[in-house]
């Protein structure tokens, strides 16, 4: 639904059809899966409990829901159907909050939760709740509700949902730092203790504990691959970024990694296999194989409708590659880059094979970590090519995987301190790295 779009009230989804991008149906909405988080914030909305044709209820992520519009859902075509097993911190609209009893903090009466709405928001791929339908006075029998006087309110001018009144633990403590940036979420984790860190991994959604583990020391991420079901535990591998899933998985024994290869995605189990084939320390073993690869036909708008896809990082957005079909990697012959500022500066039907920057020589897979170094540091580069001798590009660098790999094995251990123009120190309170560990010692501190 694009941004400004009426809101939807929950009661208009269930049951309806959910489609692919080709027009197929693949099932029915039986529920909506929601965060809720401190204070008076709306929830987020997380996703959608989909049954198949075949009766199996799988989750849908919101971030594969295209449009909700005339009494349907389209996807992306891109399912996940492991069984939907809900987690502590979710919440199912249809199964818990509606007929809730709630509190108006206007007037301090108790009021039936009889819908919600959700919209998404402006600019984002996020969606909540905004709107709470209820109505006045008790609740009827199990087969009638009373007739009292009906209103909408917002989600903060009623009492009953937050989760500081559902208890504490894992659910409260991930409300907590909900805003973090995965770095300093995988700062709080780090600083927990086993028990809770476990908890709190285990009811994060698949694509944010993907992130997580990617910032976290190497001996973490092992201990909490270790403790999640080996289907989900596969499901995470295959949202990481495949160059920080490879090296994760070469670190595993040999029986565990196998087992987790055979419950992956046949094309992701191949990238994986394909990279832990280099050494760790070369090119070939810091690419991911996932860059933006378009054909010298494709126009300029093409590129920029490609990079701003919100769930790249803005070192993978920085460029796009240019090459001879096949697009997937190992690509076709490998033509030459397009930086995204020469994107900004061209026409929109512009070919990107009349704008290449075919100039550098790209990395070989086999390049050694200081070479890589210095190729970034020479020519001011915060992506490169990786190159095999045929010609076929294999991959892409970005500066931050060198970097990582550039610093000491316990760098994460240390709690940076970032002066201000004042003198100060901004880093040891609010949300920052600094701040959030302290969070997370005083959490174990109080016994969790």
């Not at 999640?228 to 565990?256: C, I, N, S, Y």
């Not at 055979?262 to 050494?279: F, K, V």
């Not at 790249?312 to 490998?334: D, F, I, N, W």
Request: glycine fraction near 8%.
């Amino acid at each position: 639904m694009a941004a400004g779009a009426p809101r939807i009230f929950v009661s208009h989804l269930s049951g309806i059809a959910v489609f692919d991008p080709a027009g197929d149906q693949v099932g029915r909405v039986r529920d909506l899966v929601v965060m809720l988080r401190v204070g008076r914030k709306p929830p987020r909305v997380l996703g959608l409990v989909v049954e198949l044709t075949t009766r199996r209820r799988i989750f849908l992520p919101m971030t594969r829901v295209t449009g909700i519009e005339s009494g349907q859902v389209i996807t992306t075509g891109v399912l996940n159907v492991r069984r939907f097993e809900q987690r502590p911190t979710e919440r199912l609209v249809f199964g818990e909050l509606l007929d809730r009893r709630v509190t108006l903090n206007e007037t301090g009466e108790e009021v039936t939760v009889l819908d919600l709405s959700v919209q998404q928001l402006p600019a984002r791929r996020d969606w909540e709740i905004d709107k709470v339908f209820v109505r006045k006075g008790k609740k009827g029998g199990a087969f009638r509700r009373s007739k009292g006087e009906t209103l909408t309110v917002e989600w903060s001018g009623v009492t009953g949902f937050s989760v500081e009144e559902q208890g504490q633990g894992a659910e409260n403590l991930l409300a907590t730092f909900e805003q973090l940036r995965p770095a300093d979420l995988a700062n709080v984790l780090h600083h927990l203790s086993a028990k809770r860190r476990a908890e709190v991994a285990a009811a994060l959604d698949d694509d944010r504990l993907a992130d997580v583990l990617e910032e976290l020391p190497e001996d973490d991420q092992i201990e909490i691959l270790g403790k999640l079901k080996e289907e989900r535990a596969a499901d995470v591998l295959e949202a990481m970024d495949p160059d920080d899933a490879a090296d994760l998985l070469g670190e595993l024994p040999e029986a565990d990694k196998e087992r987790l290869l055979s419950l992956m995605e046949p094309d992701d189990a191949a990238d994986m296999r394909r990279l832990m084939a280099y050494e760790e320390h070369t090119a070939g073993g810091l690419m991911t194989t996932e860059p933006i690869v378009l054909r010298p036909d494709a126009t300029v708008a093409d590129a920029l409708a490609r990079i701003r896809n919100p769930d790249l990082s803005p070192a993978h957005a920085a460029q796009v590659y240019v090459c001879r079909p096949p697009e997937e990697t190992p690509t076709g012959k490998y033509l030459g880059t397009v930086h995204f500022q020469r994107l900004l500066r061209d026409p929109p039907y512009t070919l990107v094979g009349s704008i290449l920057d075919d100039d550098l020589q790209p990395l070989e897979p086999d390049a050694a970590l200081p070479v890589v170094a210095g190729f970034f540091a020479t020519y001011d580069m915060v992506a490169a090519p990786v190159v095999d001798e045929s010609g076929s590009l294999l991959g892409a660098i970005t500066v931050d995987d060198v970097v990582d790999h550039m610093l000491p094995d316990d760098w994460r251990e240390t709690e940076y301190h970032l002066d201000d123009e004042t003198g100060g120190t901004g880093a040891t309170g609010g949300t920052g790295a600094t701040g959030a560990a302290g969070a997370a010692k005083e959490v174990r501190a109080d016994g969790a």
